[in-house]
């Protein structure tokens, strides 16, 4: 008779119960307990609201960090912080990453107010590329496609322009060419790049209001960029102080 391994132990599971670690219950669970399920698995526990309670399931180990960020989250509630639902993420990933080890160091992003929607970052990195764009005058965002970086880059650019911190916006995109020059393909140059242009057309009229994105084009103040193939003879036209050209290889946000 073949003795057999004895399977590998299963970790001790537990259970806690803690305050409900914010003012506000809707943001902690979400529409139908979508955030409560999307931390429950970052997390690796079970999570589970039962009246001003949050019930937290999982083995030893998740338990205990999950309880230390649900406790974190209430002591910032606490001293009056208004947290958002991309705030507890981004906190989470944080913590995770080791970027922090109290939460009294975070500080939620303002979003950005724009005539259609407000936006905020969803993830550290996001929030990471937002605050670089506002500290440097030329930032390159590489990442996936969806990832936010041609629609954050939009939105930034269109809130320098309300502020006043600039006086035009020049759309402009490397051209990827498929055996052929920029100059034989037909039409002006505005015609030539406006398929490239795309995404970022998209997240322009998805901030701002149609009439008015329209408007500012009509006038000039959102202008169209050639790329780098025909730049040489744009060049010496006079430019505003700051401008926004999003990357290389940009697609608008998925929202992630």
């Known amino acids: 008779m073949t003795e057999t391994e004895d399977p590998s132990p299963t970790p001790p599971r537990n259970m806690e119960k803690i305050l409900q670690p914010l003012m506000n219950e809707s943001t902690l669970s979400g529409v139908l307990d979508k955030n409560l399920k999307k931390l429950g698995s970052r997390l ?11 019930l937290i399931d999982g083995d030893s180990q998740r338990t205990a960090f999950a309880k230390d960020y649900f406790e974190k989250l ?21 913590l995770e990453e080791g970027a922090i080890t109290s939460l009294d160091d975070f500080r939620p992003s303002e979003p950005l107010n724009l005539s259609r929607k407000s936006v905020s970052p969803k993830s550290l990195n996001q929030q990471a590329y937002l605050q ?10 590489i990442g996936p496609a969806g990832t936010g970086k041609t629609y954050l ?46 995404p970022l057309y998209d997240a322009l009229f998805d901030l701002f209001q149609y009439e008015q994105a329209n408007r500012l084009i009509e006038r000039g103040v959102i202008e169209i960029g050639p790329g780098p193939g025909s730049i040489r003879s744009w060049s010496s036209r006079p430019t505003s102080p700051r401008s926004t050209c999003p990357s290389p290889g940009n697609r608008a946000s998925s929202r992630p």
């Open 44 to 54: 690796g526990v079970s999570l589970a609201l039962r009246g001003d309670q949050l």
């Open 132 to 141: 670089a764009i506002k500290n440097y005058d030329l930032v390159f965002g």
């Open 74 to 94: 209430r002591k910032l509630g606490e001293k009056g912080r208004e947290l958002r639902e991309e705030d507890l993420f981004i906190a989470l990933d944080m």
């Open 153 to 198: 880059a939009m939105a930034m650019a269109l809130v320098f322009l309300q502020n006043k911190a600039v006086n035009r916006i020049i759309l402009t995109r490397p051209a990827v060419e498929a055996g052929e020059k920029l100059g034989f393909l037909p039409g002006d140059i505005i015609q030539k790049v406006n398929p490239y242009l795309r």
